[in-house]
């Protein structure tokens, strides 16, 4: 024993996202009940996921829009030697 | 027009047809690029690195995948480039960042509560949304590169783990093992910064 919490640490990944057999979900619940900071764990993992989660789309900036633009047309016409329109 | 049919214009030298295609997933891509890089700078580098280099390989496609996940995966490509060339940290191992073992404070109540995790529950009630937002958003785009991106693949992207594997070129165990590393780590580090303004707000 390596003196840390929890034990079922190879485990911890497919427990929090599903993917694990009822009966390790069962004992690792066991285990949930009766250790507070693993439960803590488990509950501090989950909000962390769903917290970074929560970030809003950022469209293109006009800008790069425009700048993008230019230099593609330009990568183009080097590569295939006429000039787009 | 087809998908199929614009690729073929494409890849005969009909721009419009290319910023077409390009057109239906520069948004995703520069979110992609966004996520992994964490700041807008990055982000715009990836995007215009990822658009250079699919006309650069545009004959090679051979529709084997939605043009979308081509581009997808050459952006991928674009942003570990980039940050393979930067200094980057390393993760501590699993162990660093789980609790000291309940055996250790059972009895013993004193001891027991400082080994206690911090319980945070509403960090919303601590902080205004757009800090907590800004809060998150450096500390996902403060995890070493390889950490960051596993990550973001699995739950900003929310690709299955065999997917982000397959992405990042490393086995599933590595996969998961390095998903679980940064997720651990950065729950420790909200813990920390919720804890701080908690005994700040309410002492």
Redesign the interface.
């Known amino acids: 024993m390596s003196g840390k919490c929890p034990e079922y640490v190879n485990e911890l990944n497919d427990y929090l996202d599903g993917g694990l057999d009822t009966e390790t979900c069962a004992q690792i619940e066991k285990h949930l009940g009766a250790c507070e900071n693993c439960r803590i764990l488990i509950d501090t993992l989950r909000k962390t996921v769903s917290l970074c989660r929560g970030g809003k789309k950022e469209a293109l900036p006009p800008a790069l829009e425009t700048r993008l633009n230019d230099l593609l047309k330009a990568h183009w016409e080097r590569k295939f030697g006429r000039r787009p329109s | 027009m087809e998908e199929t049919e614009l690729v073929r214009r494409a890849q005969s030298?009909d721009?419009?047809a290319?910023?077409e295609l390009?057109n239906a997933h520069?948004?995703q891509i520069?979110?992609l690029a966004?996520?992994l890089s964490g700041n807008?700078q990055d982000a715009?580098d990836i995007?215009?690195d990822t658009?250079?280099r699919a006309?650069?390989k545009i004959d090679q496609f051979r529709l084997e995948s939605a043009f979308g996940t081509w581009l997808y995966r050459i952006a991928l490509n674009q942003a570990r480039a980039l940050f393979n060339k930067r200094r980057q940290g390393e993760l501590g191992p699993?162990?660093d960042y789980?609790?000291?073992?309940?055996?250790?404070s059972a009895g013993d109540p004193s001891l027991s509560a400082r080994?206690?995790?911090?319980?945070?529950k509403d960090?919303e009630k601590l902080f205004e949304a757009e800090e907590?937002?800004t809060t998150?958003?450096r500390l996902?785009a403060e995890l070493p590169y390889l950490y960051r991106e596993a990550?973001v693949l699995r739950?900003?992207e929310e690709l299955p783990?065999k997917e982000v594997a397959e992405s990042i070129g490393e086995s599933e165990a590595a996969t998961?093992s390095r998903?679980?590393r940064a997720?651990?780590a950065?729950?420790e580090q909200?813990?920390r910064i919720f804890e701080d303004r908690h005994e700040r707000k309410m002492p």
């Open positions: 030298g721009f419009d290319f910023t390009i520069k948004a520069y979110g966004l996520k807008e715009e995007v215009q658009f250079l006309i650069d699993i162990e789980l609790p000291p073992g309940h055996e250790l080994l206690a995790l911090y319980d945070w960090p907590l937002r998150i958003d996902i990550f739950y900003i783990v998961k998903i679980l997720r651990l950065l729950r909200l813990a």
